[in-house]
């Protein structure tokens, strides 16, 4: 049997738990909201669709989508031994299926220590898929910021959710490359002392702040929160910044685009691989965004690729610099790399970028105008 992996995804929201349900979706909109989310926290895992992906080098990696029936605010609300309990159930179908990794996407992987535990109950290799996500929002917005024209080292960067997973190693990266960091959680004594840790760790000034403060005067946002609410309102964010909002749910409202036509907001962590047109599978595209495919998973097909069966992303805090460019390097040996930006179902062209350069200096210039 081919080396496999499975990912284990979840239904981001209602609407898409009821498009993953196929014809029952449309009983399923009609339920009362608890007795469905009571069936979706009794309903088995399930495979939902098999899928192969061809790297560069022309070796495939073939795997499984299973679905989780979940929804984020399940896992956020409900306690966590339940939860833990029901990924490992989707773990072991991974194992009887013949994997060798389980990737845990999305909220799968933020209960039990970011896979810790799931990884204790089954006899496959576990990961996160944190590292190679991480990897993905800082090529991102290196990419998005040399389109807007903005100059790294001249910028003030926020991270809301700088104590997580992704939001501490990417903190810790961009600590070397920007002006100033505005780091925000929900949790002040776990984020001061994650602030004095950075201010050791790089060579800028480091403010702790309420979201609301950290994006105002921000150049660039790294939102990577598990909250399940949208957290930035756009009426804040300052013209010509960009957004790279890698949380799953979004923490910016889609409707973003239709409100600010000077800021480039884009889903992050998103990984484009080689042969993309290659892949017919309705069913796939409908659990993976447009165009795209989940950094978490893309880690785990790069592993895959690779024949490293390990648990590559567990733990939280665990990522270093040095895992970080490992995969930098495995990506491009395979012909990865991040997605288009895109924000909703709205893709960003370079005119479009364009566009959004020229609104952004005519609000500036309003902006200055009114302040003479
Ligand atoms: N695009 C992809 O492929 C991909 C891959 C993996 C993960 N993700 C998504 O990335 C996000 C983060 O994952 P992670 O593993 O890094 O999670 P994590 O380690 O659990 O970290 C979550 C962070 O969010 C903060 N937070 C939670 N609620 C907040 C709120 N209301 N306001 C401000 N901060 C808040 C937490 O702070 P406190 O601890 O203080 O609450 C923590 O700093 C999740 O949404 C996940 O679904 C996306």
Not at 26 to 47: E, G, H, S, V
């Amino acid at each position: 049997m081919k080396n496999k992996f499975a990912f284990i995804g979840h239904p981001i929201d209602l609407n898409h738990l009821y498009g993953l349900l196929g014809i029952w979706g449309k009983i399923a909109k009609r339920m009362p909201r608890d007795l469905l989310y009571k069936i979706t926290l009794n309903f088995p895992p399930y495979k939902y669709c098999d899928i192969e992906i061809e790297s560069l080098t022309k070796d495939i990696a073939s795997g499984y989508a299973l679905i989780c029936p979940l929804l984020p605010y399940q896992v956020a609300f409900l306690e966590e031994s339940v939860v833990i309990k029901k990924i490992i159930e989707v773990a072991k179908l991974a194992e009887r299926l013949g994997a060798k990794i389980a990737v845990l996407g999305g909220f799968a992987s933020i209960v039990g220590n970011e896979g810790e535990e799931v990884s204790k109950n089954v006899n496959i290799a576990v990961t996160s898929g944190n590292t190679y996500t991480a990897c993905l929002a800082i090529e991102g917005i290196e990419k998005a910021a040399e389109k807007m024209d903005l100059d790294l080292s001249e910028s003030v960067m926020a991270v809301i959710g700088a104590t997580g997973d992704i939001g501490s190693i990417c903190t810790k990266i961009f600590s070397k490359k920007v002006k100033k960091i505005n780091i925000a959680a929900r949790n002040e004594k776990r984020l001061n002392e994650f602030a004095e840790v950075i201010r050791d760790y790089g060579n800028c000034p480091i403010e702790v702040k309420r979201t609301r403060d950290a994006i105002k005067e921000a150049d660039i946002i790294l939102t990577v929160t598990s909250a399940v609410s949208v957290l930035i309102d756009p009426e804040d964010l300052k013209p010509g910044c960009v957004v790279c909002d890698v949380a799953i749910p979004a923490n910016v409202a889609k409707e973003v685009v239709n409100i600010r036509n000077d800021v480039l907001v884009f889903e992050g962590g998103l990984a484009r691989y080689p042969f993309m047109e290659n892949t017919n599978s309705k069913k796939w595209k409908k659990v993976m965004p447009p165009n795209s495919v989940f950094g978490c998973l893309a880690e785990g097909i790069l592993l895959t690729l690779e024949e490293r069966f390990e648990n590559y992303s567990l733990g939280r805090g665990n990522i270093t610099e040095e895992k970080i460019n490992e995969m930098f390097a495995i990506e491009k040996k395979h012909g990865f790399g991040v997605a288009d930006f895109f924000c909703g179902y709205k893709l960003f062209n370079d005119e479009d970028i364009q566009r959004i350069k020229g609104n952004a200096f005519k609000k500036k210039e309003e902006v200055n105008v009114a302040k003479r």
